[in-house]
């Protein structure tokens, strides 16, 4: 070992330092402790040894400096040597941090047994520095290897639950993307975003909550349709409702959108829809930030950005004295609206091709690219449903073909060759084709694809009520619900 050897008694320093360096140690000898605490700032000892009463400074204040910030790296052990009649020093000694005190005359065969009692427990301090620092390591290894994968999970969920993937092409969708960036970074006001149906107005409301990024991603964006819900269940399913507050309800009460939304964004859609009775209380929780729970005495407090949507010219509603003025108005203050597709062409081919690449992984198809004639029909096409008919006619062409390309012949097949036709499915889904006229493809009928597809859009277009899809289809609601059942499993 390295060994600090501090006594102002010169001979019995000599004699210790020579015992010591003949069993192989590497001895520094001081006479007081000042110079002792120079030696030691540019060296690394493993043991010091010191005699407690010394002039200048004895081993006790030199102990403490050693223990002290000054050194904050100190590793090494220190002993005392100490007469009998100073034994109560080296108790002190020992409370300060001394790792043991030897009595004066020095006994070797006591002082061998020290040293290897040392020796051990300096080797044992340098196993747990590499463990600790290998254990710190691996730590920080695994550490990053987890955020990596969390990261990987939280971009993937990101694009699930948030905006997924856009396509901002034309300059109308680009001032519309850079209204809604600003109104990300800002959550205090309202928004009202109007548009026809199927232009993209819970996508535009989503960015507006989660940004580019997925920051957002662990704030709540809960959503709403005010059109399918009857004026009865409204007001609960906004506020929510305590114990006792209707038959049927649960026995413990339950929470309404706002409490689900908190810290986030509750998101109104088809808010021209809402039952006047309502309008006037929902006014006032925009305004206060508070709310009463149906049936309850108890103010809640809420933090909650409030988005809504329409399909229908609100301000004409409010003309009509069919919505809420005020309410109007306090909606109004940061307002978006969303073109139809036709207004904007130069989104039409990234959206087919979005949609292309899309569905052509899920279903496992080989469509790669568009070609130019049937780009030039997609351009040209009225999209009467706007985004929602386009991707609908895309995932029913990569359904019912499998080519490398989508060329005219794929959608003359869905538009019998009528451009000015709707699609298959148009954005409300009810312009079926005479199915008894109903042409199969040539190669292959995916049936149970094409009973999946059906389904959701019978769904879709009935705002997931199961009970008003399944008269629309002619099912019972057990039928529907075991088919609906058989997909997810």
């Not at 910030?69 to 300060?96: G, H, K, W």
């Not at 309800?249 to 964004?265: D, H, R, V, Y």
């Not at 306090?330 to 569905?359: C, Q, S, V, W």
């Not at 496992?364 to 991707?391: D, M, P, T």
Request: glycine share 6%; proline share 4%; with cysteine.
């Amino acid at each position: 070992m390295n060994i600090l050897l501090v006594d102002d008694e010169q001979d019995s320093r000599h004699y210790v330092a020579r015992f010591l360096e003949k069993w192989g140690h590497r001895v520094v000898e001081t006479g007081d402790g000042k110079e002792a605490l120079a030696v030691y700032a540019h060296h690394d000892f493993h043991l010091v040894l010191s005699d407690i009463r010394m002039p200048n400074m004895d081993g006790l204040q030199l102990l403490r400096n050693l223990r002290s910030s000054s050194y904050p790296n100190n590793n090494a052990d220190i002993v005392l040597f100490t007469a009998f009649s100073d034994v109560e020093s080296a108790v002190e000694a020992l409370r300060s941090g001394a790792y043991d005190y030897i009595l004066k005359p020095v006994n070797v065969k006591e002082l061998l047994a020290l040293i290897d009692s040392v020796a051990e427990h300096q080797s044992l301090k340098s196993e747990n520095q590499r463990l600790t620092h290998e254990f710190q390591d691996a730590v920080e290894a695994e550490t990053l290897d987890i955020l990596e994968e969390l990261t990987r999970i939280k971009q993937a969920y990101y694009k699930i639950v948030g905006i997924g993937d856009i396509v901002i092409s034309s300059p109308a969708m680009q001032t519309i993307y850079e209204q809604a960036r600003v109104l990300y970074e800002d959550r205090t006001m309202p928004v009202l975003i109007e548009g026809g149906t199927g232009t993209g107005k819970e996508m535009i409301a989503r960015y507006i909550h989660y940004g580019d990024y997925e920051h957002n991603i662990g704030l709540p964006f809960v959503d709403i349709n005010c059109a399918a819900l009857s004026s009865t269940l409204f007001e609960s399913e906004l506020f929510g409702y305590e114990s006792g507050a209707f038959s049927g309800g649960l026995s413990g009460g339950q929470k309404g959108k706002f409490e689900m939304a908190e810290g986030g964004t509750l998101f109104l859609d088809e808010i021209s829809e809402i039952p006047p009775s309502l309008q006037a209380k929902l006014l006032r929780v925009i305004q206060e930030k508070e709310f009463y729970r149906v049936g309850g005495i108890k103010k809640k407090k809420t933090n909650v950005r409030i988005i809504c949507a329409t399909n229908v010219d609100i301000k004409e509603k409010v003309n009509l004295g069919e919505f809420r003025r005020d309410l109007y108005f306090r909606l109004n203050t940061a307002h978006l609206y969303l073109p139809p597709l036709n207004e904007r062409p130069d989104d039409i081919i990234p959206l087919a091709g979005m949609f292309l690449k899309k569905f052509s992984q899920e279903k496992g198809k080989s469509f790669k690219s568009i070609s130019k004639e049937a780009g030039s029909l997609l351009v040209n096409h009225v999209w009467s449903g706007n985004i929602r008919e386009l991707k609908n006619t895309i995932e029913w062409v990569v359904l019912m073909n499998d080519d490398q390309e989508l060329r005219p012949a794929h959608l003359k097949m869905i538009w019998n060759n009528n451009s000015s036709n709707p699609s298959l499915f148009h954005s409300e889904l009810v312009s079926l084709p005479d199915w008894r006229n109903f042409q199969l493809p040539p190669d292959r009928l995916p049936l149970d694809e094409f009973t999946d597809y059906i389904l959701r859009q019978a769904l879709e277009m009935h705002n997931g009520n199961k009970t008003r899809t399944a008269k629309y289809l002619g099912l019972s609601l057990r039928s529907l619900s075991y088919r609906l059942n058989k997909q997810t499993s």
